[in-house]
């Protein structure tokens, strides 16, 4: 028999074009593997998303939401209330991934490396800085890089940052770790490998940087001390376990490699996704097939694992 899947795509953050590539993807991947598919945009009135769900009458759904009401534990809690089994994290572990302050808070409970920070609210921040320079100004819940500032020597922005902001009554501060950037896909508590990924004009891996055609260049797997390619993919699957994952997140990291070539650097984990990018320059599909899955038997895999919970 053939199982009927819906593809949630859309949503109303600012990741909503990611977030239907992605869908798009997806629903043509599922296809190709077997399924019957019916892609939903999710848009504003969560009424009409979920008339939709209930004419579609789905199996199971694929959610390929990004942001805040798809990844935050929102859309969630809608699909657990209809009874519908859907992919990727529960309600708990999304809504905790995408708090960074709650997130950061969890890792480093459980032993797990984090960049010195903290939350401050706006005329603080307008006020003076709250880390030495370099620093980084990051929204509490948004993805994607979205509305993150890299503040440095002689940087005046700050208190201009502050009076602009659109993020909410608060901003999260970390320190700024030099070096590269490295992501994890994790599936089912299992790391995949390590990528490397270098942007390719700003030096800052940013929205563009991610999404645009040729915006980075991801090296697979990523040339770094053995030690360090060890201690990411231990340090991805801790940090999927801590924060009570399931099926697929992808940790993403900054290694600090700017001291002696002969030590391992330092590790440190900037955030979990619950929601990987799915579109056809992500890093989890890349990943996957690194490893030998294609892109339709990860599709495959996702679904399987959330009807078989």
């Not at 990924?197 to 770094?224: C, E, M, N, Q, W």
């Not at 001390?225 to 376990?241: D, V, Y």
């Not at 799915?278 to 694992?305: H, I, N």
Request: net charge negative; hydrophobic share 45%.
């Amino acid at each position: 028999m053939t199982r009927h899947v819906a593809v949630l795509m859309g949503g109303i953050s600012s990741e909503r074009p990611v977030s239907l590539s992605s869908g798009q993807a997806i629903a043509a991947a599922l296809r190709e593997a077997g399924y019957r598919v019916t892609p939903i945009d999710a848009g504003p009135d969560i009424a009409l998303t979920i008339a939709a769900l209930r004419d579609a009458a789905p199996e199971v759904v694929f959610n390929a939401l990004h942001g805040p009401f798809g990844e935050d534990g929102a859309i969630q809690g809608v699909l657990e209330w209809m009874g519908l089994p859907y992919t990727h994290s529960g309600i708990r572990a999304s809504a905790t991934a995408m708090d960074k302050a709650a997130s950061r808070a969890l890792l480093a409970a459980a032993g797990l490396p984090v960049a010195r920070g903290m939350t401050l609210d706006l005329p603080t921040l307008e006020a003076a800085d709250p880390l030495p320079l370099p620093y980084v100004i990051k929204p509490v819940a948004e993805g994607s890089s979205v509305g993150v500032e890299i503040l440095r020597e002689g940087d005046n922005r700050r208190a201009e940052i502050a009076r602009t902001w659109r993020f909410g009554k608060v901003a999260l501060a970390e320190e700024f770790i030099p070096g590269k950037e490295l992501t994890v896909g994790v599936l089912g508590g299992r790391a995949l490998t390590v990528t490397e990924i270098r942007p390719a004009a700003t030096g800052f891996y940013d929205f563009d940087a991610k999404y645009a055609p040729g915006g980075s260049v991801h090296h697979l797997p990523a040339a770094l001390h053995p030690a360090a390619f060890e201690q990411a993919l231990r340090l991805a699957e801790a940090a999927h376990r801590a924060l009570g994952c399931r099926s697929a997140t992808r940790t993403d990291f900054r290694y600090d490699d700017t001291g002696d070539d002969a030590e391992p650097g330092r590790l440190v984990i900037l955030e979990v996704n619950t929601q990987p990018g799915m579109t056809p320059t992500s890093l989890l599909p890349e990943q996957a097939a690194f490893t030998g899955m294609s892109y339709p038997a990860l599709c495959d895999w996702m679904v399987r694992e959330a009807l078989d919970r």
